[in-house]
C-alpha cells in the first residue's frame, strides 16, 4: 500500500544520518493521522534508495521527473481538504507548502521552518509531530494570519528558532510543477534536477490536509492519513496571542 512506500523511503532517505530507533507500539486507528515513520522495516529494505522497489506505478523517467509514490487523488469531500507538501534537502531547511489543488500554480501558503529535513525526520520517528507557529497580535493585528511574515516556532513542545512565509520563487514553482503527477505520496527530485539545490537531493512528502479555521488568529493543517491505519499525527498550527 502507498502508507508502508512513504515509510521506506523516507527511513532510506535518513538511514545515513541516524540508527534505527526501537519499533513503535501502533495507535488505535484514528481518522485523522498522518503517514507513519515505523521502524519495525527490516534492514534489507532500508539499503537501498526510496525510489526502488515500489509496489505502485509511478517511477523515475529518463527526462529526469522524480521517483514517486502516488495514488489516485481521492474525492474533495469538502473545501476544507487542501494539498500539503512538506520538501527540503536532507541537510538544508524544510519548507511546508498549502495548495488548493495539486495543480495549483500559487500556494495559498509557503514557509520555510528553521527546522532541518534530517532532524524533522528524527521527530517524526516517535509517532507524534506538533508544530505551532506563533505570533505576537502586537502590530500585526489587522494582518490575515497567513500574511504574518515571521514566527516564533515550536516542534513538539520546544522551541526551534523562527518560520519565515515566503514568496514563490521560480525553483518552488518548478518543484511544485515537477510533482504536479502525484496526489498522495513521497519520492526523492535527484540532485541538480533543473534546480539551484546543489549536490544534494530533494525529498518530498505530499498528502491531504484538513484546514481547520479556528478563528482571524486561529488555522490548523492536519494531515489525512489515507488509509485511515494507525500511525503518526502531525499537524501545523499558526497561532496569534
Avoid at 519495525?40 to 521527473?65: F, L, P, Y
Avoid at 476544507?80 to 495548495?99: K, L, P, Y
Avoid at 509517532?127 to 502586537?138: F, H, K, P, Y
Avoid at 528558532?161 to 511544485?176: C, D, H, M, Q, W
Amino acid at each position: 500500500m502507498a502508507i508502508d512506500v512513504l515509510r521506506r523511503i523516507l527511513l532510506c532517505f535518513n538511514s545515513a544520518d541516524a540508527p534505527a530507533a526501537n519499533p513503535t507500539s501502533s495507535a488505535t486507528p484514528k481518522k485523522r493521522l498522518s503517514t507513519s515513520l515505523r521502524d519495525d522495516i527490516a534492514d534489507d529494505k532500508m539499503g537501498t534508495r526510496g525510489t526502488h522497489n515500489q509496489d505502485q506505478d509511478s517511477s523515475s523517467d529518463s527526462t529526469g521527473t522524480p521517483a514517486t509514490v502516488a495514488s489516485a487523488a481521492p474525492p474533495r469531500p469538502s473545501k476544507s481538504m487542501v494539498i500539503g507538501t512538506i520538501f527540503g534537502n536532507r541537510r538544508g531547511h524544510v519548507w511546508f507548502c498549502v495548495q488548493h489543488d495539486r495543480l495549483s500554480s500559487k500556494p495559498i501558503l509557503l514557509l520555510e521552518l528553521s527546522i532541518f529535513t534530517n532532524q524533522l525526520v528524527q521527530e517524526m520517528r516517535f509517532g507524534l509531530v506538533r508544530i505551532a507557529l506563533e505570533c505576537d497580535r502586537s502590530g500585526l493585528e489587522s494582518c490575515p494570519l497567513r500574511s504574518v511574515p515571521v514566527w516564533t516556532m515550536f516542534c513538539n513542545g520546544r522551541k526551534l528558532g523562527f518560520a519565515a512565509k515566503r514568496k514563490t520563487s521560480e525553483r518552488v514553482r518548478l518543484i511544485l510543477k515537477t510533482m504536479q503527477c502525484v496526489s498522495v505520496g513521497a519520492g526523492v527530485i535527484p540532485s541538480g534536477f533543473k534546480t539551484d539545490s546543489g549536490s544534494e537531493e530533494l525529498m518530498y512528502m505530499r498528502a491531504n490536509y484538513e484546514h481547520v479555521v479556528g478563528s482571524a488568529d486561529s488555522e490548523s493543517f492536519h494531515l489525512i492519513n489515507p488509509d485511515e491505519s494507525p500511525g503518526q499525527e502531525l499537524s501545523v498550527f499558526l497561532l496569534r496571542s
